[in-house]
């Protein structure tokens, strides 16, 4: 069974950074694509940042390019989302995720984390 355990959410003022960590166990996390997901309240959940199992192929959503930066190591099993320049409108629930592919993770995760909420005061 693969788990996902999210940490690093909280309260941080506009303009400020904070940094997301997924720790992933239950099956070799090398050779899967890892994302990140949030979902406003009220709102949709919606796909912010995913990564290639390699780490070669990145892609973000208009709304957080420039802004955030996913990374994995693969060593320590572990996906991080840095988020920095953060807005009101990026309060929500953060969710980590992970798929076989690198496509097929903006549509249909197959595993997902509990969440952490971001909380950005204006």
């Known amino acids: 069974q693969v788990q996902l355990v999210e940490s690093g959410g909280g309260l941080v003022q506009a303009g400020g950074s904070l940094r997301l960590s997924c720790a992933s166990s239950?099956?070799?996390?090398?050779?899967?694509?890892m994302g990140w997901f949030r979902q406003a309240p009220g709102k949709e959940r919606e796909v912010v940042a995913r990564?290639?199992?390699?780490?070669?192929?990145?892609w973000y959503a208009d709304s957080v390019k420039g802004r955030f930066t996913i990374s994995r190591d693969n060593a320590k099993n572990t996906v991080s989302l840095q988020m920095s320049s953060l807005k009101p409108e990026d309060t929500a629930v953060y969710f980590c995720?992970?798929?076989?592919?690198?496509?097929?993770?903006?549509?249909?995760?197959?595993?997902w984390g509990q969440g952490t909420l971001v909380t950005v005061s204006s």
């Open positions: 995720a992970t798929d076989r592919t690198f496509a097929g993770i903006r549509a249909h995760p197959d595993y």
């Open positions: 239950g099956r070799p996390f090398t050779y899967y694509a």
């Open positions: 990564m290639r199992w390699s780490g070669d192929s990145t």
